[in-house]
């Protein structure tokens, strides 16, 4: 999962029209960091699908705002500059949660 460090990069990442998901973290989380043990195989089934991204919700707050991203971790598909679904952090506890997430998206 490739690291977003700037609002400029942020936007330009998501404006792509081929959907992407960012995922909202903190090194703090302890969320986040049991979703790190488990989010790889994940983003392997998928990756021909979408391009992973990560943001410290932290280090670029006024995104997180600006989307509201309430918790972490969350997960936020993107296509064309615009917010496509979000996966809020309390339904994003396990692998399952975010499997049935990604796999509602596909209709």
């Not at 990069?9 to 049991?34: H, L, M, Y």
């Not at 699908?49 to 997180?64: G, H, K, S």
């Amino acid at each position: 999962m490739k690291s977003i460090s700037t609002i400029e990069q942020f936007n330009d990442i998501i404006s792509s029209n081929k959907e992407v998901i960012v995922k909202f973290s903190a090194g703090w989380c302890p969320d986040c960091t049991r979703m790190d043990m488990f989010i790889d195989p994940i983003v392997e089934e998928y990756k021909q699908q979408y391009t992973w991204y990560e943001v410290n919700r932290d280090e670029l707050p006024e995104i997180a705002e600006k989307y509201d991203v309430m918790g972490i971790p969350s997960l936020l598909i993107f296509q064309d500059s615009e917010k496509k679904a979000h996966l809020h952090s309390a339904n994003a506890k396990s692998p399952e949660q975010i499997t049935e997430f990604l796999q509602s998206q596909n209709g």
